[in-house]
């Protein structure tokens, strides 16, 4: 992939050739060793380490294009050129990805199976060495936590689809919610700045598998599933599943039973919790998929669906906003509890964990659900559950 990278240096040589522009552009070369340093977190490697290697590429780079701006000087020049911008520069992005990828999953090669494999046109020796050098000098962090205070950021993967917990209203690019409130308060006792990552619930675990947040807050359902493959924190909220209809047709919908039929309209956010629950638990009534959870209960509203099944937090909070829209019973089907998603990795699970255990017990995740207009928690007492 380093050669591969390497080779299409002649397309930049000669792009820039034509257009008569200098090889070192320290501006974007700036640009390249930053974006390395954030794809690095992606796979835990240090940020110092990603870019060494990213810069010595960059020396390699220039050093190719220099010798073929060399050989043009002395005979005819480049007869075409490939569009630089549309072209080249994303195949450039898109291996120096797969390289950081490459290198999580196996060790480097030895010096001589480089040399064998890294063989471009204009790269001299010590060039060569140098990159790799760097390659074998690509460093780990010993654990997520020491990442993070070391980026200075916290990657916060949010899906901004579930009000209370996390928002973000078309067009914006701000996320709200009691999860991205909380997201800034831990970042804040890191010390670091949070940056929101948007995920899907079809996609979070992939997304967590594939380091692209450091954290899933958005109102994430305690799962074994989800333990199996990522840690989850203590949990910060007990509720469960319970059915939201418009009221005028609630009554019909009092029971599980009653919402199990044929002809019933059950609508349903896909990739989460309330779709494997209605795939569980309803095999009579239609299910419907609604992909965006921030319009699904317009769908109730205007009858296009005649139930809903989800959290009890957000049916209180859709009932509060909608007068249109009831609770169908007290009691909810499920017990569950909301808790924050990490990579299996102890030390972080830790921190999260003592973290989170103070601000319940200073009030603070109690504060901040109540300034989203909902009951605060009590993660300590479970509801009364109707489980089926």
Known sequence: MIDARLELMDEVAASKW??????????????????????????????????????????????IQRHWFGVWAAGPGPRTTADLDATVRPQLL???????AAAARQAAPSAEAFAAAVDVEGLGPANRDALFQALQGLERYPHRLAQILDSRVLRVGTTGDYAPFSHREDGSADFVGIDIDLARTLAAALGVEALFVATAWPTLMADLDAGRFDIGMSGISRTLARQRDGFLSQPYHVGGKTPIARCDAAAGFASLGAIDRPGVRVVVNPGGTNERFVDA????????????????????????????????????????????LCATMAGNLTYQEKGYLMPQDPVWQAFVDTWLSLAVADGTVARTFQAHGV??????RPEESNSP
């Open 281 to 324: 638990n309803l095999g009579h009534a239609q299910k419907l998929l609604h992909p965006d959870n921030r319009s699904i209960f317009a769908v109730l509203i205007e009858g296009g669906a005649d139930v809903m099944i989800t959290d009890r937090i957000e049916v209180e909070l859709q009932t509060s906003r909608h007068p249109e």
């Open 375 to 380: 009951a605060p928690p009590n993660p300590t």
């Open 18 to 63: 034509h257009a008569d522009l200098p090889i070192e552009d320290l501006e974007r070369e700036a640009l390249v060793l930053d974006r390395a340093a954030a794809d690095a977190l992606r796979y835990g490697f240090t940020r110092d380490s990603s870019r060494r290697l990213f810069a010595a590429q960059i020396e390699a780079a220039k050093a």
């Open 94 to 100: 898109r291996l120096g990805e797969a390289i950081l």
